[in-house]
């Protein structure tokens, strides 16, 4: 195991994917027992509860002292409470934190922002297109603004048109 893999624990290394790499990893807050960890790699970021998290499925990922806080796409807000130990024994999350920015930053490939139902309106939707690591494929998510109706045809209408020119002008 490289450098960044030093300290890692076997029960996590073992489920890593072929070449997949540890690029940063950092204890959190535990309850007892093994000490848990962050764990990001250059698939996913590990989460304590031994979950893996695409870097794709992530969204506004956002620190405190205290917490790591991120969207997940399709489950929701997600907290992972970190370790708080005194000054003595702190641990500095910056690497960690440097790590999730840049790998979740790696995967969008298209983030536009178009006013709807105005060209002026503050209100509208975002089309994302991301490709996981290693892959050539990507995909296309709609994020809409608080308010706006999912089922309004028009609506509809208008992401379609957006989504077919983004991805002439794009290739993606």
Same mark, same amino acid.
């Given at each position: 195991m490289g450098l960044f893999g030093r300290g890692v624990p076997e029960s996590v290394r073992a489920r890593l994917?072929?070449?997949e790499r540890v690029l940063a990893h950092a204890p959190v807050r535990a309850a007892g027992g093994e000490q848990p960890l962050l764990v990001a790699t250059?698939?996913?970021?590990?989460?304590?509860?031994?979950?893996?998290?695409?870097?794709?499925d992530i969204d506004q990922a956002r620190w405190t002292p205290d917490t790591l806080t991120f969207d997940e796409e399709g489950e929701g807000r997600r907290t992972?409470? @970190? %370790?708080?130990?005194p000054a003595e024994d702190a641990v500095d999350y910056r690497r960690m934190a440097e790590t999730v920015a840049e790998r979740v930053t790696a995967t969008i490939l298209v983030n536009r922002f178009v006013p709807y139902p105005r060209g002026d309106s503050a209100?509208?939707?975002?089309?994302?297109?991301?490709?996981p690591p290693g892959s050539s494929e990507a995909r296309w998510?709609?994020?809409?603004?608080?308010?706006?109706?999912?089922?309004?045809?028009?609506?509809?209408?208008?992401?379609?048109r957006v989504l077919?020119? @983004? %991805?002439?002008?794009m290739g993606v």
């Open positions: 994917e072929r070449g250059t698939r996913a970021l590990y989460l304590p509860d031994g979950r893996a998290v695409p870097w794709q992972v409470r @970190l %370790r708080a130990e209100t509208g939707f975002r089309l994302v297109a991301r490709r998510r709609v994020h809409l603004s608080e308010g706006l109706d999912p089922k309004d045809q028009a609506l509809s209408d208008a992401v379609s077919a020119v @983004l %991805r002439e002008q």
